[in-house]
């Protein structure tokens, strides 16, 4: 059953505290996304890796850092730099090539205490 | 800059058509998606047009004119569980995904 996991679905973080989402794909696409999305905006692009070993900086990375160490991981640290963390995170993967579609993960939601 | 205009909300009524559109400006093109979003959950994929004119699939069409930064997302026979927000996204000369705010469409009986 190939797709793309995200977990947990709801993630609670304490002030000053560095939380991990978990995001997995078995559909052996080589590009994944991380993306933020808040109430009555669009998506923002945080990090995005189109080979292993390799990832680069969206429009808002400050405050959050990825690893590409497997082609089927892409885990996102929400670190305690970024200010204003509670949002509602996806992760998408993507055939290699730049047309291809983004089928995404179920979504982590993320809360701050 | 770049930007993407579609409506925030439109409501229609069950059984029948409804046409959302969107405007965008980028920097480059590359194609344009259509998804879909239920509330709380992940956008799914409806269609790709990177050429002008109507691409059909189902209950939903999709249509561009790039002269005009336009398209649109067409759904006949709507039901209950078209309720749903419908976001437009044009691919920049990066290759990266220009995400509109997305419009909420209200389907009822």
């Known amino acids: 059953d190939g797709g793309i996991t995200q977990s947990p679905k709801y993630l609670f973080r304490k002030e000053g505290q560095n939380v991990t989402l978990s995001c997995e794909q078995n559909l052996n696409h080589d590009a994944m996304y991380w993306y933020r999305q808040d109430p009555g905006q669009g998506l923002r692009l945080i990090y995005y890796?189109?080979?292993?070993?390799?990832?680069q900086k969206g429009d808002i990375a400050e405050g959050y850092s990825v690893s590409r160490e497997k082609k089927e991981s892409f885990p996102l640290t929400v670190t305690s730099a970024q200010k204003n963390p509670t949002a509602f995170y996806l992760c998408?993967?993507?055939?290699?090539?730049?047309?291809?579609?983004?089928?995404f993960g179920p979504g982590t939601r993320l809360l701050v205490l | 800059g770049q930007n993407i205009d579609q409506p925030t909300e439109m409501t229609a009524t069950e059984g029948a058509i409804v046409q959302i559109n969107c405007t965008y400006q980028t920097s480059g093109f590359n194609g344009l998606f259509w998804y879909q979003q239920h509330a709380g959950e992940a956008p799914t994929f409806l269609s790709y047009n990177v050429l002008d004119g109507l691409e059909e699939k189902g209950r939903f069409s999709s249509f561009l004119s790039r002269s005009k930064g336009y398209s649109y997302l067409l759904l006949k026979e709507l039901q209950m569980k078209d309720s749903a927000s419908y976001l437009c996204a044009p691919l920049d000369s990066n290759y990266q995904l220009i995400w509109g705010a997305g419009t909420k469409l209200i389907i009822k009986p």
């Open positions: 998408a993967s993507a055939l290699a090539g730049d047309k291809e579609t983004q089928y």
């Open positions: 890796s189109q080979i292993v070993n390799d990832f």
